[in-house]
């Protein structure tokens, strides 16, 4: 093993840098560097060379063109052990660089934000840093790539080990991730690039149609202890926009299970239909207890009220940063997770002592795309975002249902729309009263909606995630109590359930819009 004398640093990710930096520069690495990275390594105290030092040559058209030189990949690229290789660098005065440490613009995360322009996105296309990369990569037997901050540590303490040298066996693992890098990250680039559209000008936008190659890139956050039961191997996996669940920062608790990530998403997902303080309960990703309330520690006891039963051991998803008074409530309950966008200080004190009770901090971003694997493929759809405008309501009863009724009715179908079809569901005020899931009959779901319900049914109001196909679900509702339905209309028996509806002193809404969830 030879030792490392000089590195390349050149990284937009700067986490963790000026630390490994200065264990390079302790172990005698020559560092040399570009841009805002040289800037940030003098500004800490390390000494370091200008890329434009080393190649003669200074940096040009707005940064574009600063490592894409010959003395920049001769260094890299020659094979040590090759004498007309170190002739030629030799003859050329090109010195041997035997580390590179890039990380690249952060394509993704740009192309992720609302209303990015185009001239934005194409600068974000990084150039030098992947032809750095695949250089090193390339030649990973005489030189070091490292891609990632995460790797910082171990390379910085395997070469305090050996005296500032790296094993073959981890440059070969550096190169394999560094190529995993570059592959992934021109996917995300020709993945995007194919929802822009020529208007006139480039503009990117929503795609129309799904793409005839399907890009997907990952990275594994975790392997799971096991799957949906201990016979089954599991992981879990991220993208690179730092969004949503796959995303999340755990504070507390044991590690999360398979079934507590599905569970969590469901949660996390109910939680973000509401503008005002929600909190959602959920139980094998059905909701057995959802409300809203003038604060979270109101709405979390009005959504338990639903079910305390079932939601012994559930899974919370909440829309503001959970505070002491919500703490201290939840606190109460056996839960397995807590899914916000935000602990206080005070609720994480309160939470301490539940040492299992996972804590889970979910930056905001939803799913655009849902994929289900099918044998020898998969399935692509649009994620299910839909919401309710005030055009999509019809009123279709003799009767139309009042105020009170009516915001009970908006609020029972945000919470319809995530319970396993097929689903009917009692509410009032901004209260789950009871849900019946996942029913093969629709006016089974009516039935067990009632038969689970802890609170009075007599005046809730009732949705249903698809159309009634026979008059008996609207007999069941009335029968359970509740005084108004709000259902998406389309059955060739419309009319019999409308007249139903009628008869029995109803007031119902058609929608128009369907919320299956299988």
């Known amino acids: 093993m030879s030792k490392i004398q000089r590195a390349i640093l050149s990284v937009t990710d700067k986490s963790g840098l000026v630390d490994f930096a200065r264990q390079l520069a302790g172990l005698g690495v020559e560092l040399v560097s570009?841009?805002?990275?040289?800037?940030?390594?003098?500004?800490?105290?390390?000494?370091v060379k200008d890329i434009s030092e080393l190649t003669g040559f200074p940096e040009m058209l707005d940064g574009r063109v600063?490592?894409?030189?010959?003395?920049?990949?001769?260094?890299?690229?020659?094979?040590?052990?090759?004498?007309?290789?170190?002739?030629?660098v030799a003859e050329h005065g090109i010195p041997a660089i035997d580390m590179v440490v890039v990380n690249l613009y952060a394509f993704e995360k740009t192309a992720a934000k609302p209303g990015v322009h185009f001239e934005e996105l194409i600068e974000n296309i990084d150039i030098g840093g992947p032809s750095m990369i695949r250089s090193a990569a390339k030649n990973f037997q005489d030189v070091a790539v490292v891609t990632s901050p995460s790797d910082y540590n171990a390379i910085a303490e395997e070469m305090a080990r050996s005296g500032g040298a790296l094993s073959r066996e981890t440059k070969w693992r550096l190169a394999q991730k560094a190529f995993a890098t570059t592959a992934a990250y021109d996917s995300a680039i020709a993945s995007t690039l194919e929802r822009v559209r020529l208007n006139g000008s480039f503009q990117l936008e929503a795609p129309s149609t799904f793409p005839q190659t399907l890009r997907l890139q990952f990275q594994k956050t975790m392997d799971l202890r096991y799957g949906e039961n201990p016979h089954q191997k599991a992981a879990m996996y991220a993208d690179a926009t730092g969004l949503g669940v796959a995303n999340a920062h755990q504070l507390q608790g044991k590690e999360l299970s398979y079934n507590n990530i599905v569970d969590l998403q469901a949660a996390w997902d109910l939680a973000q239909e509401f503008d005002e303080p929600v909190c959602a309960i959920i139980k094998h990703t059905n909701p057995c207890g959802a409300a809203t309330g003038k604060t979270l520690a109101e709405a979390y006891v009005r959504a338990l009220e639903c079910d305390p039963v079932s939601a012994f051991g559930g899974v919370i998803g909440v829309n503001r940063t959970v505070d002491a008074a919500a703490a201290t409530e939840m606190a109460k309950l056996f839960l397995e997770v807590i899914a916000a966008p935000a602990f206080d200080a005070a609720a994480k004190e309160?939470?301490?002592?539940k040492k299992n009770l996972r804590l889970v901090e979910v930056p905001a971003g939803q799913q655009t795309w849902v994929l289900k694997n099918i044998s020898g493929g998969m399935l692509v759809q649009d994620s299910d975002l839909h919401r309710l405008a005030e055009s999509d309501l019809k009123v279709v009863t003799q009767r139309p249902p009042t105020a009170e009724e009516k915001r009970a009715l908006l609020f029972a179908w945000k919470v319809c729309k995530h319970v396993k079809s097929n689903a009917v569901l009692y509410a009032?005020?901004?209260?789950?009263?009871?849900?019946?899931?996942?029913?093969m009959s629709r006016v089974d779901s009516c039935k067990l909606g009632a038969m689970k319900a802890q609170l009075p049914l007599k005046g809730t109001v009732a949705a249903s995630d698809a159309f009634f196909p026979f008059p008996d679900g609207v007999e069941e509702i009335a029968k359970a109590g509740a005084t108004a339905i709000i259902q998406p209309g389309g059955s060739v028996r419309d009319q019999e359930v409308i007249e139903a509806a009628d008869r029995l002193g109803l007031a119902m809404i058609s929608t128009g819009i369907r919320h299956f969830r299988h």
Not at 37 to 46: N, Q
Not at 428 to 439: I, L, M
């Open 34 to 47: 570009t841009g805002g990275t040289a800037k940030l390594l003098r500004d800490s105290g390390i000494a």
């Open 350 to 353: 309160v939470f301490a002592s």
């Open 66 to 88: 600063k490592t894409l030189h010959p003395k920049v990949h001769g260094g890299i690229l020659h094979r040590r052990e090759d004498s007309a290789h170190r002739a030629a």
């Open 428 to 439: 009032r005020d901004g209260q789950t009263v009871g849900v019946g899931a996942g029913q």
